[in-house]
């Protein structure tokens, strides 16, 4: 027990399928951390776009406490009251009327694939069968969703790759009207691509995929695992664009740091998920559940969701002056608090450079790919630890030579 781990121990001890900042933060509260020396750190990752709530809320960790201290697991053959209070709350407050509950963004994702899959099945025959999805999108990490998700880098070399999947172009309806046909059983898209450059969606662009599902006959299934929860200023993104889709999966701040996902449907779709058809051992988990329930009723207020939008403005603030100082950023863009900033021609690959110097000045930051400096810390982040931070991160970029 009085073994203390370092970051060598990554090394010696994991597969080397990540390469980790050097530091190893042990605490956090709100939207600072410490490391093992003590060192302190400002949160600008937010755990990729899941601590929506920051470290230590006392909201989650109270729900943590008062389940852990009755009930953690059951599996699928009981419910739950966790579990229904979290189904119910999400039912009510966004277009579905059913929900399906499983672990991550990938596992929701995985049940929106199957699920669109199975209706088209059962409602217009096997040969209506194709997904469309878009370039440099991001779906999770199963093989279903790295292969209907638009890096190939993350499918290749793993065996043949599940078919009836075609890729289109963020952004551009044309693209899409080239390949929908009668077979077409859905399209997949995130309302803003966050992994794949923090890129929000036109709203033209996404009310064009809305009138092509309903002239096909396809399902509009929302990726909000990054986008949701709260992130950009709304419960979820779809809300901001006045756009419904006929699926929506939710993950990350769902359960602001504790692994839960949600695949969210009507009635009329989620009927041919007839009892066998999909599942999870820890799906609707009720310690998972109560947090995630204790997040979405903290978020959903109004002055944290409004608080989204004073925060965004500061930040793009902020990274404006920093544009001026050192003419590092080509484009400024993002919706709420998940903001990108893209280094232009002087700055091309520097990301996981600036990620390294930012932890040298006591930051913690994400790239979204090479060029993009992605921003995606806790909706409540306090306005003095925003320009904390943005002091740190201009320390940081004067840092680098160029
Ligand atoms: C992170 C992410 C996923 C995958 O979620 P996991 O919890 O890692 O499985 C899926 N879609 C989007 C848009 C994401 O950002």
Known sequence: MSWTPTREDFDRYMLPNYSPQRVIPVRGEGSRLWDQEGREYIDFAGGIA??????????LVGALKEQGEKL????????????????????????????????????????????ARRYAHDVHG???????????????????????????????????????????????????????????????????QGEGGVTPADPTFLQGLRELCNEYGALLIFDEVQCGVGRTGSLYAYMDYGITPDILTSAKALGGGFPIGAMMTTDEIGRVFVVGTHGSTYGGNPLASAVAYAAVETIRQPEVLKGVQQRHQLIREQLETLNQRFDCFSEIRGMGLLIGAEFNERYQERGRDVLAAAINEGLMLLVAGPNVLRFAPSLIIPEEDIREGMARLERAIASLTV
């Open 72 to 115: 953690w697991h059951l599996s699928n053959v009981y419910t739950n009251e966790p579990a229904l209070r979290l189904a119910r709350t999400l039912v009510e407050n966004t277009f579905a009327d059913r929900v399906f509950l499983c672990s991550s963004g990938g596992e929701a994702n995985e049940a929106a694939l199957k699920l």
């Open 50 to 59: 899941v601590n929506a709530l920051g470290h230590n809320h006392p909201a």
């Open 126 to 192: 096997p040969e209506k069968d194709t997904i469309i999805s878009f370039r440099q999108s991001f779906h999770g990490r199963t093989f279903f969703t790295v292969s209907v998700g638009g890096q190939p880098k993350y499918s290749q070399g793993f065996g043949p790759v599940p078919g009836g999947i075609e890729h289109a172009t963020y952004n551009d309806l044309d693209s899409v009207r080239e390949l929908i046909s009668e077979r077409t059983c859905a399209i997949m898209v995130e309302p803003m």
